[in-house]
Every structure is written in C-alpha cells, then in structure tokens.
C-alpha cells in the first residue's frame, strides 16, 4: 500500500504491516484514504482529530445555510380595520425575520359571494408589505380559501 506520512510526504509503497509498525513509530493512526486506488493509499494521522475537525466543517456548513419556515396569518372577508393593521403587523415582523408568510382569506358559508373583498384584503396588505417583502405567489383560489404567499426581499 502507498503510505503518506503526518507531514503529506509520501512514504512509498510498503507492505501493510511495515506500515502499522511506521505508524506506531509516530503514535498515530492509520487511516486507508483512498481504498480503490491500485496500490490503496494510507495517512498516517491522529483519527481522533481527524473525526473532530470533519464535525466541526459540518457544523459551520450548517450555520452557513439558511433556513425560513412558513408562517400563515388567517382573515376573513368582513376582518376589521384595526385587526387587519394587527395582522399586517405580525406579518412585518415574520417577513423582518426572514420568514416566508402564507396569508389566508378564510370565506364561510355565503360569503363567498364576497371574493371580491378577499382579493382587496390581499391587495391592501400586498400594498403595506411592499417595502419589505415581494409577493411569491398571487392570489389564488384553493378550495373556499383565499391563498398568497409573501416573501423577504
């Protein structure tokens, strides 16, 4: 097997137990890096720290990536002024922290002759959000719900 020494220099290409045996000389481990090279390739390294340090890149990747989760506010067609000012005050602060807003305009019974004051509802907040989120998607109908999604810019 093809041995590379704690320093990256190659040691050559030595029998398995002379390399144990140089390993052992070093008091470190022997770790087969590459097992389908003709001959297979083996550092000598601390695996111990090795494993450590593979975790800790893991742990930074992740720190690194970012993540949202998809809040919804709910609204009726006949939704008060003042509650609906209360509502796009939630949704200003989700979109502040970088989540995604899934608002819905709930319609009951006979009021969904009244998807004309729901499409207004999502337009007005639309209008009040603009500054800080961009609409994902438009709104559209699913089922007797009302359905937008907001996003950060």
Known sequence: MRVIDPDGEQIGIIPTRQALETAS???????????NAKPPVC???????????????????????SSFQVKEIKVRP???EHDLQTKIGHIKKFIERKD??????????????????????????????????????????????LVMMLAPK
């Open 78 to 80: 006949k939704t008060g």
């Open 100 to 145: 995604k807003v899934k608002v819905t305009v709930v319609f009951r019974g006979r009021e969904i002759t009244l998807s004309r004051f729901g499409m207004a509802l999502l337009e007005k907040i639309a209008l009040e959000t603009e500054e800080i989120a961009v609409v994902e998607q438009h709104p559209k109908f699913e089922g007797r719900t």
């Open 43 to 65: 550092k000598i390294m601390d695996y111990g720290r090795y494993r450590y340090e593979q975790t800790k890149k893991k742990q930074e990747a992740k720190k690194k990536q």
């Open 25 to 35: 000389e070093f008091g470190l481990d022997l770790v087969e890096v590459s097992p």
